[in-house]
């Protein structure tokens, strides 16, 4: 990837995260709705704690992601954070835009993941 | 009662900047020549004597400048303090990075004579911050 194009997906995927961090803080109630009956039965304890917890670990990848440090571990935290979001919140009308941070954040992932860590788990073995 | 759009445009500005101040930091700290879009004149006016107030280098106090306003804004929204006292404060803090963007913008012009992009664009942060606030009735 081009560095500025790197930069400026990081810092607006950065952004994205701070950002729904703080309006989760504000309603964590409201969104904790987002989640699907079924997810939430799973959820041993209190929805609102859950929500909690999840704004401040947003906020911690977007804050990581700002300062560009730990990206690769940082943009792995946002993948896993936003299929877990894909697969508790359902199919609506807004999942589209999820789908477009899933792939925002898979790009940075695959452009700062070192790369000793790559032929760990993608070289085949030769026997 | 101040909406959202200000508050999430002041929070998204200030996290720009944050972002910005960290590279140019990060760039000091490694002895690297940041990358200038525009114009050449970054690595003089970085380097000059100006780059300082009271021993502490400017990258650095824009930067605290950029995560009190990024999380006074956050905290307005939250409403986790009194808003009138926060309001108050965001207001003085944003006020006073624009007395201190014009004053770098004017050394940038009529002393140093050169232009250093980062620190345009973070004048022009700084501006349009304070613009949203007198437009958006913070100062109410």
Redesign the interface.
């Known amino acids: 990837m081009r560095?500025?194009g790197f930069?400026i997906l990081?810092?607006g995927i950065?952004?994205t995260f701070?950002?729904i961090g703080?309006?989760i803080?504000?309603d964590p109630a409201g969104w904790s709705g987002y989640i699907q009956p079924w997810a939430a039965n799973l959820i041993p304890v209190p929805l609102i704690e859950v929500m909690i917890v999840t704004a401040f670990f947003d906020i911690a990848v977007?804050v990581l992601l700002?300062?560009?440090m730990f990206t690769w571990i940082a943009s792995l935290a946002a993948l896993f954070h936003i299929a877990t979001v894909l697969i508790v919140s359902g199919i609506n009308q807004v999942t589209i835009r999820d789908v477009g941070l899933f792939a925002a954040s898979l790009a940075l992932f695959a452009d700062t993941v070192p790369s000793n860590l790559i032929p760990k788990f993608l070289k085949p073995k030769v026997s | 009662m101040i909406g959202l759009t200000p508050l999430a445009l002041l929070f998204t500005l200030s996290a720009i900047g944050i972002s910005e101040t960290v590279y140019l930091i990060k760039k000091r700290k490694a002895e690297e020549i940041p990358v200038c879009f525009i114009g050449s004149g970054c690595h003089d006016v970085l380097e000059s004597k100006y780059n300082k107030i009271l021993g502490v280098h400017n990258d650095i106090l824009g930067l605290i400048f950029y995560i009190f306003v990024c999380t006074l804004s956050a905290l307005i929204l939250i409403e986790a303090f009194p808003i009138s006292i926060l309001k108050t404060v965001d207001v003085l803090i944003i006020i006073s990075g624009a007395v201190m963007s014009i004053y770098f913008t004017f050394l940038q012009a009529f002393v140093i004579k050169k232009w250093c992009f980062w620190c345009l664009m973070s004048a022009l942060t700084v501006f349009v911050m304070t613009i949203i606030v007198i437009l958006s009735g913070f100062m109410i």
């Open positions: 560095k500025s930069h990081r810092v950065a952004i701070l950002w703080v309006l803080l504000k977007g700002l300062i560009d």
